[in-house]
């Protein structure tokens, strides 16, 4: 009878949703069709969160901007709310003792981590536009909690962990292809590559910034040596699609990144110490700034601009002296350095640059492509970014950051008993480089489809060096989790 009643409760509500629902379409008010999608997420949440997360990674490089669509608010659908719904999850979690991993909430980087955090919160108080601050604070900490702190609890074993490789590369490759072909429609020109990647893309910077971090985890895959040969074939295939999107981007920041990551790869396989490659980049930055006017007359010869041919688009990185795209980030850096002089020490505050920089431009810096609308792009470099916006600490605190990243890294691939987990470790660590030497000319940390794999694979690089992910080829899976600890 109980069971009878129960199922005459489910069709009537069945149907008062669906005669409900197309009333509303007839009205054109579409948004009630979601609810049932609502009412699954919220059941995933609470009772199958791991599934949740991996859906949230499937759906990422697929998400789009709801501000190109006119609903006056700018957000990504539908992995913004997804983050914001498990943060609070997380959290209600927390209160009720759920037992996080204390050693991984000990990690010097995450640490390091809730330090960033707590001085931008300090610096969204003290903000120039306190709620813009705010909002950005949120959108980080959202990021943070959900693709750093809850992600963690599923990299237990290799099979996770790949999971969570494939299933950003795979939705990736699509989108990589959709847009071979937009660009395709094009002619494969410069001018066509900007934009062929939308809606799922603005633009070709963030594209080639995301492909770069995923080139050397796509290669990993294909030599994992406890996969299937069929499995592996199939990773190839992804790496050759991606590569063939990093060309293809016209994107010369991520080509010249991806350059990078192979010089790290290299210094891995010599056994470099973190120490000693942190003494080298202090070194070669040190020769650099003795040696900046003698460099800035040498590349002010360069006249090439970007163009559709590939060997002269690569030639045009070094132009400073007609390539406007060049010259615009010369001109929000300096911006940006007159805004730490006037704030040095909180800045004017997270997520204001846009809004503030205008009246800091030089009239004789300012190019075809600058503007006092605050409307186009940020300070153009995740290291001055935050010396406008937090001050000298904010910067500082960037790049305690990627010391203690680095160390952490490099400390995994060397003492790893695992081939699989060294292989990983070092593809994982490469992609990391690669986007924090892209950032040097970009910042996209706030963008969703970079925001997943730069907390995710920090995470997998903390709980490697904590010894909680099980290898399939690891000679010493008996021993303690937390033997490999230091």
Partial sequence: ???????????????????????????????????????????????????????????????????????????????????????????????????????????????????????????????????????????????????????????????????????????????????????????????????????????????????????????????????????????????????????????????????????????????????????LTVAVAGGILLNLNPIIDRLSTNNQDSSDDLGEHVESISNISTDASNLERINRWNSALKMFEERPVVGFGPGTYQFQYAPYQNPRQKTIISTNNGDVGNAHSEYIGPLAEQGLPGMLLVFLFLFILSRTAVRVVYRSRSPSERLLATALFMGLVSYFTHGLLNNFLDMDKAAVPIWGFSAALVMMDLGRIRWSDDDHSDQSPSASST
């Fill in 1 to 279: 009878m109980e069971k009878t009643l129960g199922k005459k409760w489910v069709y009537g509500l069945t149907a008062a949703f669906l005669l409900l629902n197309s009333f509303l379409i007839v009205k054109q008010f579409f948004w009630l069709s979601l609810l049932p999608v609502v009412i699954a997420v919220i059941g995933m949440a609470f009772y199958s969160l791991d599934k949740l997360l991996y859906l949230t990674v499937f759906l990422t490089p697929l998400s789009i901007s709801v501000e190109e669509l006119d609903l006056g608010v700018s957000m990504n659908l539908p992995t913004e709310p997804l983050f914001f719904g498990i943060m609070l999850l997380f959290f209600l979690k927390l209160m009720m003792d759920d037992g996080f991993d204390t050693a991984f909430l000990r990690h010097p980087l995450t640490l390091m981590i809730g330090l960033q955090l707590a001085w931008m919160l300090m610096t969204s108080v003290s903000s120039s536009m306190p709620l813009v601050s705010l909002k950005h604070l949120l959108v980080r900490m959202w990021s943070v909690t959900a693709l750093y702190f809850v992600m963690s609890r599923l990299f237990t074993s290799e099979q996770k962990l790949s999971r969570f490789l494939w299933l950003y590369l795979i939705p990736l490759a699509v989108v990589i292809l959709f847009t071979t072909y937009v660009h395709w429609t094009r002619g494969f020109s410069k001018t066509g590559s900007v934009n062929a990647m939308y809606p799922f893309i603005k633009e070709h910077t963030s594209y080639g910034a995301i492909i770069g971090l995923y080139i050397p985890a796509s290669f990993a895959l294909a030599f994992l040596r406890k996969s299937r040969m069929d499995k592996r074939a199939f990773a190839l295939f992804i790496f050759l699609i991606i590569a063939t999107g990093l060309v293809l981007s016209y994107t010369r920041a991520a080509w010249v990144s991806v350059a990078a990551s192979l010089g790290v790869m290299v210094l891995l396989l010599l056994r470099i110490r973190a120490w000693a490659f942190w003494l």
